[in-house]
């Protein structure tokens, strides 16, 4: 339960969060025709003629938007609807060339299903909750006006238009900024992981409209708002933020909530209205008689299923019980593709070249890349070349470190030679002098001398002052520089001491 | 060479390929019938220099030696429906004056394709709305037919008057003309041609101006059933641009055809029979299943119980569809745009589609803007798609009994221009026998049977089972050869 309150002057008031996202499918070509969806193209560069919506032309189908939309609806464990519809939704505007956005009302293609959101005490997160998503749809995204060309006319950017998006409809389970946070990076990553989306917010390419109502908990829903076209994590936390607030205050100074399409300012970080319920347009949705229904085949449906990637949290599972880890590294190196990409590479070529199990070596490897690798990195700011961070290079020094043949201060050193030159690990370890000491004979000897000069104190440890163990390793880690294997100055003293 | 007109898009074909005439021929002497008839206003763009073009190539090929095509030598005329690339496509209407389109719809591509030429693009009623070419924004198409002692101009039917017109009228063998809920089978029978809509998907609608996206069907428009068998064949076909397309080949429909109808059943619907219907639409359809019985065929009688809520369920989806489908005409991208001084974008949409369409076009634009509404949407469209599905399921019961229906096509013959100003619901009602067979996406066709006692002809309509146009073809072409009609207008243009 989140424990996420407004309090106002007449008590604790519980928010009640829903969110609609709008990601764009990864997808070479438009919904409905074969024009380009790169971004960033001049304008109405990318724009054919069913885009345009010329006299007479006809959409069709792209398969692959409609394949994208059911591996993600298999990603979120959703019911997938063998037979589904397009509807138009008919309005007016100029960066709608047809009058009407083809998109699906009454039988989307991907029914129920959901998400989980982990627990994250720092968030306010307490424990692991379940999201509810009702619904995804495909629907064309719309064009672009541009109010800044002419001194009295709008221009119209037709590229967008027609562009495949999801829409991806939560259920209103969400009770904090902090979950509802939780829920656009946790479906951003799932989008990624199945590559149905670029999850590139700042491009457009997921952005949300924030259904948001406040109550007192335990009562009934109260009127809700909706903020559109929200295109950042941070930004919808804000919204949710302000317009929770907001609400309260109107409700607790006798007011009403009115049911209304708000708009976000990024500037001042406020909402304010858009249009209310009674400008609200009437949509005339019906079945688009230019489209058959889709209906999707059994052989359609296996390949989608087969062709999904393990998903962020069976990886999770698998990093913590196979792998071992803990549950945060396992977290940390989920959450992105990138991240268990690099990951699951240096792993593989670690384990390889130690001849060791992956499970055996996955530990140190993700210690690795979680936190060793970054902060040498982060160190050498400008001056570490990102080419040189190979899976490779990583993976020998890793080798060397688990033969004990260089301590984890040698590792870290000659980490930053092979981001600033490029050098072979092995090479710089030889030439540089960082390799640790494993050699029993040396250290038998520095042992010797420190035990003959330290009598006092060997009778004490043996009168049982354990302590004085780390006094030893001191001493003979200091005489041999730092240089001695830690595991072999331990075996070795231990023998000594008895 | 005027005596080449009346020759059909067959008897032009096999001429043209056998050396009798030459293809230039066939397209001057057409061409010069279209430039003398502009009081018939058949056209509102005549292309003599593609007639010309199209033909000059075919006497090429032929001296070659090479293959012709189906319609090798053969102008057509081409309604205004159609986007024909770099000649204006309006729709016959004001909010599309001067557009000229940069692609070529399939099925007017398909017929250049097998051989046709184009001798210009045939004026219509207004976005394909209305039964008398009335709502034309170019002028209403007068009939050639004139009642017997009476000098009232008569309506040519609709929406494809344009092409009734020019091919009764001599001034096209054969044309192109589409159908929504009877717009080629009503105009062939007031004017005394045959027109065959082919069953729904068989003609890609790529490139065709849109009205009811689910019922629009394009279809040839000729003298006679073998000429309109060669020119289906020609225009149909699977097409990937249009979702709604038949993925199914194409029949050889004019080597198939064959007027022996042994063993063939054909249903007589008793809902057809219906009050107000002329005594001489009745007296053909008796003709007519003699005609068939004489063919060999056995006539049954029939219900099709759920025929009297055809129309109006047709009048909501059409409508409705309609209404989405005109959206674009906004004047944004092309076409006409009305922007009044200091006007927003709200305004110029007003503004703009006020100027542009037509009475008819907005009277359906705003029925279907209402029975889509929130709260109306129910009662309306929903119910309508279930009589839609009732009307389907009559058929699929008959074809139980029965392989063909026959029907009359309209209630009554040619009616004068003005004739129902001011009621237009009366003249929906002219659609009341070829709506049903649009509403269930079958093939149908109307044949020419006989002359009133007006003098002015009627038509047969042949239903057939989905994806059948042969046994429809064989059915009229068995009709055809026992009418003997071979009537033709006067000459007063």
Known sequence: MSNYRIQGATGEWEVVIGLEVHAQVTSNAKLFSGASTEFGAEPNTQVSLIDAAMPGMLPVPNR????????????????????????????????????????????????????????????????????????????????????????????????????????????????????????????????RYVGSCDGNMEEGSMRADVNVSVRKPGEEFGTRTETKNVNSV????????????????????????????????????????????????????????????????????????????????????????????????????????????????????????????????????????????PGVIKSLGDEADPAHASSGAQASILAMQDKGEISGGQAKEIYEIVLKTGRDPEEIADTEGLKQVSDTGAIEAAIDEILANNQDKVEQYKGGKDKLFGFFVGQTMK???????????????????? | MSDLTNLGVKAIRDGVAAGDFTAREVAEAFNANVAAAKDLNAFIVATPEKALEAADAIDAKRAKGEDLGTMGGVPIGMKDLFCTDGVQTTAASHILEGFVPQYESTVSANLW???????????????????????????????????????????????SGGSSTAVAARLAPAATGTDTGGSIRQPAAVTGITGIKPTYGRCSRWGVVAFASSLDQAGPMARDVTDCAIMLEAMAGFDPKDSTSLDMPVPEWEKGLNADLT????????????????????????????????????????????????????????????????????????????????????????????????????????????????????????????????????FEKAWGECDLILAPTTPNAAFPLGGFDGDPLAMYLNDVFAVPASLAGLPAMSVPAMLNGDGLPLGLQIIGKAFDEQGVLNAGLAIEQRSGFDAKPERWW
């Not at chain 1, 969400?174 to 946070?181: I, K, L, T």
């Not at chain 2, 309609?322 to 076409?335: E, H, K, Q, T």
């Not at chain 2, 922007?339 to 110029?348: H, K, R, S, V």
């Open chain 1, 234 to 373: 941070r930004f919808v936390m804000q919204v949710i933020e302000y317009e929770a607030n907001r609400q309260v205050d109107v409700l607790e100074n006798g007011g009403t909530v009115d049911q209304e399409t708000r708009l976000f300012d990024v500037a001042s970080g406020t909402t304010r209205t858009m249009r209310s319920k009674e400008d609200a347009h009437d949509y005339r949705y019906f079945p688009d008689p230019d489209l058959l229904p889709v209906e999707l085949d059994d052989a359609f449906l296996s390949e989608c299923r087969e062709s999904l990637p393990e998903l962020p949290d069976a990886k999770r599972a698998r990093y913590e019980n196979e792998l071992g880890l803990t549950p945060y590294n396992a977290r940390e190196l989920t959450a992105e593709v990138e991240t268990f990409g690099r990951f699951e590479t240096l792993l593989s070529a670690t384990a390889t070249r130690i001849g060791k199990p992956e499970k055996q070596v996955a530990t140190q490897v993700a210690n690795w890349a979680l936190s060793v690798a």
């Open chain 2, 263 to 394: 063993g063939k059943k054909v249903g007589i619907p008793r809902e057809y029979r219906m009050e107000g219907t002329d005594q001489a639409i009745l007296d053909s359809w008796e003709r007519g299943k003699e005609w068939l019985r004489d063919a060999g065929a056995e006539i049954v009688d029939i219900s099709l119980p759920h025929t009297k809520y055809a129309l109006p369920a047709y009048y909501i989806i059409a409508p409705a569809e309609a209404s989405s489908n005109l959206a674009r005409y906004d004047g944004v991208r092309y076409g006409l745009r009305d922007l009044p001084e200091g006007a927003g974008l709200q305004d110029m949409y007003a503004a703009t589609r006020a100027a542009g369409f037509g009475d008819e076009v907005k009277r359906r634009i705003l029925i279907g803007t209402y029975v889509l509404s929130a709260g109306f949407y129910d009662a309306y469209y929903t119910q309508a798609q279930k009589i839609r599905t009732l009307v389907a399921q009559d």
């Open chain 2, 113 to 159: 394709k097998a051989g046709a030429g184009m001798l210009g693009k045939l004026n219509m009623d207004q976005f394909a709305m209305g039964s008398s070419n009335e709502t034309s924004y170019f002028g209403n198409v007068l009939s050639p037919w004139k009642k017997d002692g009476s000098n009232a101009a008569l309506i040519p039917g609709g929406s």
């Open chain 1, 479 to 498: 005489a041999m520089q730092g240089k001695a294997n830690p595991a072999v100055v331990n075996q070795l003293l231990k023998d000594k001491l008895g």
């Open chain 1, 64 to 191: 692959e938007c409609i394949r994208q939309a059911v591996r993600t609806g298999m990603a979120i464990e959703a019911q997938i609807n063998a037979w589904s519809r397009f509807d138009r939704k008919n309005y007016f505007y100029a960066d709608l060339p047809q009058g009407y956005q083809i998109s699906q009302l009454y039988h989307p293609i991907v029914g129920e299903g959901q998400l989980l959101i982990e627990a994250d005490e720092k968030a306010g997160i307490p424990e692991d909750k379940i999201i509810g998503i009702e619904r995804i749809h495909v629907e064309q995204d719309a064009g672009k006006l541009m109010h800044d060309q002419h001194p009295t006319m709008s221009y119209v950017d037709l590229n967008r238009v027609g562009i495949a998006l999801m829409e991806i409809v939560s259920k209103p389970d969400m009770r904090s900024p902090a979950e509802a946070g939780a829920y656009v990076r946790k479906l951003r990553s799932i989008l």
